[in-house]
Nanobody, 121 residues
Framework: QVQLVESGGGLVQAGGSLRLSCAASGTIFEISSMGWYRQTPDHPRDFVAIIIGGESIEYADSVKGRFTISKHNVTNTVYLEMSSLKPEDTAVYYC???????????????WGQGTQVTVSS
């Protein structure tokens, strides 16, 4: 089994910065993608950013130029550096990883527990 544990959320003023972390632990052979999504009470979970394979990175248009996704392969950790935060960035942020436990297995999707990010105006 695999667990994704998130940290780094909190309350910040508009224009401020936060860094989210998500570390995977357990039986992991390979991780094919690491990403971040966010959700508010009145909106479904939305894509924020993703790293696919080694280096392919994509961002939602709403965060381009303000958020940066990165990873640390040794610790199976993905980060989301958020700057120039806006009140509309307020949401619960979830990390997601597609991984396989052993070589002859399909990839499975795992989600973190979510971390609240609140941006005050």
């Amino acid at each position: 089994q695999v667990q994704l544990v998130e940290s780094g959320g909190g309350l910040v003023q508009a224009g401020g910065s936060l860094r989210l972390s998500c570390a995977a632990s357990g039986t992991i052979f390979e991780i094919s993608s690491m990403g971040w999504y966010r959700q508010t009470p009145d909106h479904p979970r939305d894509f924020v950013a993703i790293i696919i394979g080694g280096e392919s990175i994509e961002y939602a248009d709403s965060v381009k130029g303000r958020f940066t996704i990165s990873k640390h392969n040794v610790t199976n950790t993905v980060y989301l550096e958020m700057s120039s935060l806006k009140p509309e960035d307020t949401a619960v942020y979830y990390c997601n990883m597609a991984l396989k436990h052993f070589i002859n297995e399909p990839y499975y999707q795992y989600w973190g527990q979510g971390t609240q990010v609140t941006v005050s105006s």
